[in-house]
């Protein structure tokens, strides 16, 4: 029997991206121009936008790209503001809501020459990139996102996966850390003076972690300790300057005391081996409930270029969804990760996490069929379940 689950009235639905990995024509930053055309979304918004609509979408995240804004220390290109003015009144339009992230990783180039992030002069020049956003658009976005995953950029700065690709000490690396809560705590700030009803946050890619064995006083401690270096350190600098909490969802860990410390069942994974494990996001909600915010689930999705396994994935994530939801936890949208095919930074164009095919030859778009079954759900604002023991929520 199909049980149908309603979600709170006025949730939010949609989708995310970012500028580098959809925009195309990005020069000056420090990801250089690996991203070529990339989407063309900086041309084609109006296109993408549309089927949003026709998907029954009325949330959209993206980014803006701050070396577009600010190609020069102090130098702001008015073309490009008034291209990101036509973006939000585009999705004003279409009473779309627009959720805006102000940093998702890429810098600008000059930014880099100075040291980045290490650079504690970073976060006065990220202070005076917020104090324009603001002042240009501070009416037209309706949620805040300072910076994008900070632990996951301390991360790839430090091991060398990120720009400038060389491998940086653990002394610098919590430089970066400071200075990015730094900004946050500024930015927040700036932006609550400008604007006290803003709704600003940043996005947390939270992990779940679990000891293998329940029992497994090392592995607890272990899996303890992943926790609260990955999940809830850079949260608790900045848990007086968020007015609600942007998760981002992919990584279940299961831990063990021997290296290499997790050892996932790995029963499903998408087409880059990542784990499928949605009754993660249902104890990560659980875990961030405790910050007594709402929270907006703004990315979680898959690499899945033949579409087999995106429905099930979104069935499977939002059931979870639902079920804190059930127990009271304060849960306002869902935006999946991604609308559309784009970068996957340094793996390329070959991960295919788009509920909108890209072929990238002609930049035709094409809604997969996991995109039309999620536009029932938006649509709904229900979700429909076959053989789940809902009592119990058994999985
Ligand atoms: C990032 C996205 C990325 C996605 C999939 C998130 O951590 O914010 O930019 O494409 O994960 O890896």
């Given at each position: 029997m199909a049980e149908i689950l309603k979600f709170p009235k006025g949730f939010l639905w949609g989708s995310s991206t970012s500028a580098y990995q959809v925009e195309g024509g990005i020069e000056n930053c420090d990801?250089?121009?690996?991203?070529?055309?990339?989407?063309?979304?900086?041309?084609?918004?109006?296109?993408?936008?549309?089927?949003?609509?026709?998907?029954?979408?009325n949330a959209h995240r993206f980014s803006i790209e701050w070396s577009r804004i600010e190609p020069e220390p102090g130098k702001f290109?008015?073309?490009?503001?008034?291209?990101?003015?036509?973006?939000?009144?585009?999705?004003?339009?279409?009473?779309?809501?627009?959720?805006?992230?102000?940093?998702?990783?890429?810098?600008?180039?000059?930014?880099?020459?100075?040291?980045?992030?290490?650079?504690?002069?970073?976060?006065?020049?990220?202070?005076?990139?917020?104090?324009?956003?603001?002042?240009?658009?501070?009416?037209?976005?309706?949620?805040?996102v300072t910076l994008?995953?900070?632990?996951?950029?301390i991360t790839g700065y430090s091991t060398g996966r990120f720009p400038p690709f060389q491998k940086r000490n653990i002394?610098?690396?919590?430089?970066v850390f400071n200075n990015l809560v730094k900004a946050h705590q500024k930015s927040y700030q700036i932006i609550h003076t400008q604007y006290p009803k803003a709704k600003v946050?940043?996005?947390?890619?939270?992990?779940?972690?679990?000891?293998?064995?329940?029992?497994?006083?090392?592995?607890?401690?272990?899996?303890?300790?992943?926790h609260i270096f990955w999940n809830h350190w850079f949260l608790k600098r900045i848990k007086?300057?968020?007015?609600?909490?942007?998760?981002?969802?992919?990584?279940?860990?299961?831990?063990?005391?021997?290296?290499?410390?997790?050892?996932?069942?790995?029963?499903?994974?998408?087409d880059i081996g990542w784990e499928i494990y949605p009754k993660g996001i249902y104890y990560v909600l659980k875990y961030l409930s405790k910050f007594q915010k709402p929270i907006f689930i703004l990315e979680n999705g898959l690499a899945d270029a033949k579409d087999k396994k995106r429905k099930e994935f979104i069935k499977d994530h939002l059931f979870w969804v639902y079920k804190a939801?059930?127990?009271?936890?304060?849960?306002?949208?869902?935006?999946?990760?991604?609308?559309?095919?784009?970068?996957?930074?340094?793996?390329?164009?070959?991960?295919?996490?788009?509920?909108?095919?890209?072929?990238?030859?002609?930049?035709?778009?094409?809604?997969?069929?996991s995109a039309y079954y999620y536009a029932e759900i938006c649509k709904s604002n229900c979700l429909k379940i076959k053989n789940y023991k809902i009592k119990n929520f058994s999985l």
């Open positions: 990801w250089g121009n690996r991203a070529g055309i990339a989407c063309d979304h900086y041309n084609r918004y109006e296109e993408d936008f549309d089927l949003i609509k026709k998907l029954n979408q290109n008015q073309k490009e503001i008034e291209h990101y003015r036509k973006v939000l009144l585009a999705l004003k339009e279409k009473n779309i809501k627009s959720v805006v992230t102000l940093w998702h990783w890429t810098n600008p180039i000059w930014f880099m020459k100075m040291g980045g992030w290490a650079n504690k002069k970073a976060v006065k020049h990220f202070e005076n990139y917020t104090k324009i956003i603001v002042k240009e658009f501070k009416y037209l976005i309706d949620f805040w994008n995953e900070p632990m996951v950029y002394f610098k690396a919590r430089k946050s940043i996005t947390k890619l939270t992990n779940y972690f679990e000891p293998a064995r329940k029992w497994c006083l090392i592995e607890i401690f272990l899996a303890w300790i992943g007086n300057q968020l007015d609600y909490i942007g998760l981002d969802y992919y990584f279940h860990h299961r831990v063990v005391w021997y290296p290499p410390f997790i050892r996932n069942f790995n029963r499903k994974t998408t939801i059930d127990e009271g936890i304060d849960v306002r949208g869902y935006c999946h990760w991604s609308l559309m095919d784009n970068l996957e930074w340094a793996q390329g164009f070959e991960p295919r996490f788009g509920l909108i095919e890209i072929d990238y030859k002609t930049m035709e778009r094409k809604p997969r069929s």
